[in-house]
């Protein structure tokens, strides 16, 4: 069993606490930039589908 005897101890784990977080944080970054992007293809696709939706419609 894992046990800390402060919140600086669990945060520091036993001198690796920067690479846990450190790849804890990146990790979050990676998720958050990758749903950013799908975020912006899809508004992208969904007009370009609005455009040629309306120029087919104009013909």
């Known amino acids: 069993m894992i046990y800390w005897?402060?919140?600086s101890d669990f945060l520091q784990m036993g001198g690796h606490g920067p690479f846990v977080w450190g790849s804890f944080a990146?990790?979050?970054l990676v998720f958050?930039?990758?749903i950013m992007q799908?975020?912006?293809q899809?508004?992208?696709t969904e007009a370009s589908?609005?455009?040629?939706?309306?120029?087919t419609e104009k013909n």
């Open 49 to 55: 589908i609005r455009d040629e939706s309306y120029a």
């Open 5 to 7: 005897n402060s919140l």
């Open 32 to 34: 958050a930039i990758e």
């Open 38 to 40: 799908i975020r912006r």
């Open 26 to 28: 990146v990790t979050a």
């Open 42 to 44: 899809r508004r992208l």
